[in-house]
């Protein structure tokens, strides 16, 4: 599977901002969709379900450090499975450290706002192929720091975003895929 770094694409969401955001970035994949079911709501759910033990032992260490300097952290979730069972992708919905912000059939923004800095995570199905069945999957994030904090915050952050997200793209189309 061939991981490609992109742009914002022209229809997402978060398009008519992208000259406010102080670090955007973008990767994309295609994959199958054989019985033209796959929607945003799949994809935000297979982006919850289809991470790397790694990154979740990453966020847990972020949690740890972030928590002392008073920033959002994703808490401690008792029962994800049952969270993820009955996660609907619906507007205002929580995963983690993840909220839904918005969503259209092809697009899921997730995010969040803290004192640090604003992020959003566009997952982008393109359904622009001559093959009905086959489609790309753009993964974009976008980040607009609120302080020197953010700033600083993002320094350490951004080499593993760089690894974390390709990873994610990957497990999210094998999942889809199976």
Known sequence: MKISKSTLPNHSILKPDEKTYDYVD??????????????????????????????????????KLVGFFGLKTSGIIADRQKMLDSFKGEKGEQMGLFKVLDKTPDEMI?????????????LFIDRQSSDPTTKKLIISTTVKFNNWFGRL????????????VPTMLKGIIKHIEN
């Open 110 to 122: 997730l995010g969040e706002d803290d004192k640090h800095l604003n992020f959003r995570v566009s």
């Open 26 to 63: 973008s990767f994309e994949s295609v994959f199958i969709d054989r019985n033209s079911t796959i929607t945003s709501t799949t994809i935000g759910k297979s982006f919850f379900m289809s991470g790397p033990k790694w990154v979740d032992t990453l966020f847990a260490f972020r949690n």
């Open 153 to 164: 915050y993002f320094l350490p952050v951004r080499p593993f975003h760089k690894l974390i």
